[in-house]
């Protein structure tokens, strides 16, 4: 017959795993003699306490910041062209004269 030494591991609760914790830092002992007195393998104790450092450490946030589409602006100006005259027309153009000279290129053309 074959000897096969079968080890089967223990599975911890999160509560159990919690308590061992708890007590490894109460007990003042380093982790390697801790381990050896309660029977838990070192890596084991060094894999829950990385993961309950993990848990400890605050997440970071994202802040979003809403973008807001603006509307596509329009142009400040226009241009009328009539025949070969040209008339850039903008929001500073007075108004009278502008009517002035519309009323005499369209007598004229």
Known sequence: MENTITSKRKAYSAVEKAALIAAYKASGLSKKEWCQENAIGLSTLQRWLQHEKKQDQPQPVQ???????????RPAS???????CKIAVDTKTDKKLLATVLGVLVEVC
């Open 63 to 73: 802040n979003w910041i809403p973008v807001i589409q603006a509307a596509p602006e």
């Open 78 to 84: 226009l241009e009328i062209q009539i025949g070969k």
